[in-house]
Structure formats: C-alpha cells, structure tokens
C-alpha cells in the first residue's frame, strides 16, 4: 500500500525567507508524487508533479521539489516566500497500477510572518 | 473555464439527520471523485465514477453513505444518518478520464458539521 508522512504540522516563515517542507513516501515501485496546495476556503491545486526524469521538479508560484529514491522523499521549496503562500500544503504519492488513486499527507500548515 | 462547483458550502446538523451534497464537475471531465477531509488529516477518497460507473467505492462507508452520478455529469453524495464523525470537508474533483494520468481539478468543498 502507498502512504504519505508530512512530518512537520505547523511551520511559520518569516515574508522573503526560504521554505522547505518535509514528505516522505512508502512504495513499492516507482511513485508518481504531487504537491498541492489549498488557501482557507478554496480547493486543491496543483503545485507540481513528478512522473520520473529530472529528480528536480519546477512547478507553479515559484515553487519547486526535488525527488530522493535513497532517501524516500520529496521535498517542496521555495527560496522566498510571499504572504499569500501562507496555506495548507499536501503531499500526495499515485500510481498507475493503482489507476493513479492519490494517497495524502495530512498536511502542513504554513504561516508567513511579516 | 469554469472550475468544479460544490454546494452547498457549509451544512450543520444534527446527529441522525440526512444530508446531501451536490458536485458539478468540469464540463467533459469523465471522471469524478469524492473525498473526505477530517480535521487534521488529508484528503481521503470515498468514491470514484467513470462517466456514470463507480470504478472504486471501497472506502465508502456503505450503510450510511450513498452517491450516484446518474447522466454521468452532476453528482451527489448522501449521508443518512450522519454521525458525528462525519463531521469534515466533502472536496469534489474531476479528471478528464482515469485511464491514464490526468490532473484532478478540486472543487471548494462543503463543510458539514454535525452536532
């Protein structure tokens, strides 16, 4: 079965510093990973996706993640943060034999300070 | 383009009361998914349809919750009787098919609280 951990819960950045949040996956094979993120009161929307090729993956609003097979993880970051990325950000591992059903973190939570 | 709509946004009520949740996917999309968001944990699927077929409802707690996507379109899930466990975000999202990736577009949700 594939599972999602999001080890960190709550994590506050103060505007313009760097952000790096933590996902680590379980797998079997090789896991199609996504990034989402959700603002109070909107849906999910796609950050980033990574299928295979470059382990380093460029996605929406400046964000990026980079995938780890040694080390099981797929790391979201963005080197400055703006207030409107405060949010709740969610790991999610699929897979084709498994008609690509998402599994999620439990997510993290971003506060930006001024 | 319009986005997935959901409605309604919000719904309180009490324990043992029936409710129902309505799911408008992106126009062409042939696949439609219902999650459930608990407080504090991440989206978890309940149901998925294939134009008006159900591919996956082996999450979906049976005896009291129902769905049906019944012109292959539109979308409701029903919950009767609710217990207060099922307190939670209900998201919505379509794909155009699920046959090979496609990107799940998600709606705003409904919050139901029950009390």
């Known amino acids: 079965a594939q599972s999602v951990t999001q080890p960190d819960i709550h994590i506050t950045v103060s505007e313009g510093a760097s952000l790096e949040l933590r996902c680590n996956y379980s797998?079997?094979?090789?896991?199609?990973l996504f990034w989402y993120v959700q603002s109070p009161g909107q849906g999910l929307q796609l950050l980033l996706k990574?299928?295979?090729?470059?382990?380093l993956v460029q996605g929406i609003k400046g964000f990026e993640a980079e995938f780890k097979r040694s080390q099981s993880s797929f790391n979201l970051r963005k080197p400055s943060v703006h207030w409107s990325d405060a949010a709740e950000y969610f790991c999610?591992?699929?897979?084709?034999?498994?008609?690509?059903?998402?599994?999620f973190g439990a997510g993290t939570t971003v506060t930006v300070r001024a | 383009e319009a986005g997935v709509a959901q409605s309604p946004r919000y719904k309180i009520i009490e324990k043992r009361q029936s409710v129902a949740f309505w799911c408008n996917p992106i126009s062409g999309h042939a696949t439609l998914y219902w999650y459930q968001q608990i407080l504090g944990q991440g989206p978890k699927l309940l149901i998925q349809f294939q134009n008006n077929g159900v591919v996956d409802d082996s999450q979906l707690p049976k005896d009291r919750f129902s769905a049906e996507r019944l012109k292959g379109v539109d979308s409701t899930l029903k919950i009767q009787p609710a217990k207060l466990e099922d307190s939670a975000v209900y998201l919505c999202?379509?794909?155009?098919?699920?046959?090979?990736?496609?990107?799940?577009?998600f709606g705003p949700g409904t919050r139901l609280t029950v009390l």
């Open positions: 797998y079997g094979a090789t896991p199609y």
């Open positions: 999610a591992v699929g897979a084709r034999s498994n008609d690509y059903k998402l599994s």
């Open positions: 999202a379509s794909s155009l098919t699920g046959e090979s990736y496609n990107e799940q577009f």
């Open positions: 990574y299928f295979s090729g470059d382990t």
